[in-house]
């Protein structure tokens, strides 16, 4: 069983930076795959980033590729994505999740575990 608990969300003008964190709790915790994922009413869950405890590489959407960072602080067991140059079309509820298989996350755009959401809301 894996927890995910996420914080940060908020309201920003256009331009601006949010950090969200997720921290993550459960015995088999540093095997998961990690994920940012975003919704908004009306459209697709759309994965934002993914990441893993052990390092490797990091994928970014192209749609926050150079404005949005995905990283892990393992001390922490916790998980970031740095928001910047924030845009109206960013604004979604954002979901912290976790998988054990990545091709659960890459491909079936799903997980096993979700965070409760975090909702940021951009203004122009």
């Known amino acids: 069983q894996v927890q995910l608990v996420e914080s940060g969300g908020g309201l920003v003008q256009a331009g601006g930076s949010l950090r969200l964190s997720c921290v993550a709790s459960g015995r088999t915790v540093s095997r998961y795959t990690l994920a940012w994922f975003r919704q908004t009413p009306g459209r697709e869950r759309e994965i934002v980033a993914a990441?893993?405890?052990?390092?490797?590489?990091?994928y970014h959407a192209d749609s926050v590729k150079g404005r949005f960072t995905a990283s892990t602080d393992n001390a922490k067991s916790t998980i970031y994505l740095q928001m910047n140059s924030l845009k109206p079309e960013d604004t979604a509820d954002y979901y912290c999740?976790?998988?054990?298989?990545?091709?659960?996350?890459?491909?079936?755009?799903?997980?096993?575990?979700w965070g409760q959401g975090t909702r940021v809301t951009v203004s122009s």
């Open positions: 990441t893993r405890w052990t390092g490797g590489s990091t």
């Open positions: 999740a976790a998988a054990l298989s990545a091709h659960t996350i890459m491909v079936l755009r799903t997980a096993d575990y």
